[in-house]
């Protein structure tokens, strides 16, 4: 039979094992607590930031107001709430550090996702202002040679070409009308609108208004350059096509040989989703993935 005296030591050690693990617990509950407040602004603050951004950017693509609201709820908390059901429908039957593992990763993912897809977006409304430009220039050009004004050759602009331009020079327009200097509304164009080819005209515009000078000899010099400016854009997208070729062949090889060796040894491959060391290894992968992609795309990527 067990003695007294180790009865005795018995409760000490375990009362003394759950007084520790109170302290412990009591400690880390008042480390929440006092952290939570930062931890709260720094999610709230970058809440905030994500919605300006998007507010701002949808703004700059000429959507209404209302439409924000579902656009921001959509884009901001749609994917990853999604993301983050899905992360936690797939992992359900594993452990409780796997499927917080997974889920956090699913919610990363989409948390940055809509804002790739939005910057897709406006960068894609940009390069198609860009194209349209060129022709906007031939038309003002074509506008000042029959004796029209530089403000009425805005307004053919407005009437005969298609949007996104359409709709940028008649904010431009709209502002002229309600007060605001051509040579004003022409500047919060160039900053609305980040394109160096619209900031070239825009300030030959002001120079030219201002010294003196035929708008339509400068309109026509500013298309060839620009012109000539594109024509090296394509070569050199040309020359770099093969490297981005070859990156993506890279990226995309290591799914291709892992379904491979599933269709060979499924028992094998099932161990990298259903142990901790596979999962390990799959988000290493990844990362490495990120980093060599990055680093091809700032090879390929050639700014003139």
């Known amino acids: ?4 005296k180790e009865k005795i030591m018995n409760f000490i050690t375990q009362a003394s094992a759950n007084f520790i693990s109170l302290l412990f617990g009591a400690a880390g509950f008042l480390i929440v607590m006092m ?8 999610v709230l603050t970058k809440v905030r930031e994500r919605i300006a951004w998007t507010s701002d950017t949808l703004g700059k693509m000429y959507v209404s107001k209302l439409q924000k ?3 921001i709820i959509a884009v901001g908390l749609g994917p990853m709430l999604l993301l983050a059901f899905l992360g936690f429908f797939f992992t359900y039957s594993m452990s409780g550090f796997i499927l917080v593992l997974v889920i956090s ?4 993912i989409g948390w940055f996702l ?3 897809v939005l910057g897709f977006l406006y960068h894609r409304r940009l390069e198609k202002f860009d194209e349209q430009l060129i022709d906007a220039l031939g038309m003002l050009s074509n506008s000042i040679q029959a004796g029209l004004s530089l ?7 407005v009437k005969n070409m298609p949007n996104p331009i359409a709709q940028e020079f008649a904010l431009v327009l709209s502002e002229h009308s309600l007060g605001t200097t051509l040579d004003d509304a022409l500047i919060n164009l160039a900053n609305r609108v980040p394109s160096e080819d619209l900031g070239m005209v825009v300030n030959s515009i002001t120079i030219l208004r201002e010294t003196g000078g035929n708008l339509s000899e400068t309109f026509d010099t500013t298309t060839n350059t620009i ?3 594109k024509k090296i854009n394509g070569k050199i997208k040309a020359m770099t096509s093969m490297g981005i070729a070859q990156g993506t062949m890279m990226i995309g090889f290591p799914y291709v040989l892992a379904f491979a060796f599933y269709s060979l040894n499924p028992n094998g491959m099932k161990l990298f989703v259903t142990t901790k060391l596979g999962w390990l290894l799959i988000i290493a992968a990844l990362i490495l993935q990120g980093i060599g992609a990055y680093v091809i795309k700032k090879i390929v990527t050639i700014d003139i």
């Open 114 to 116: 809509p804002k790739v």
């Open 69 to 71: 609201k579902y656009i």
């Open 1 to 4: 039979m067990t003695s007294m």
């Open 35 to 42: 952290m939570y407040p930062l931890i709260e602004n720094f």
């Open 105 to 108: 990763v699913f919610g990363f």
């Open 227 to 229: 012109r000539e400016r």
């Open 151 to 157: 403000l009425q050759g805005l307004q053919v602009i």
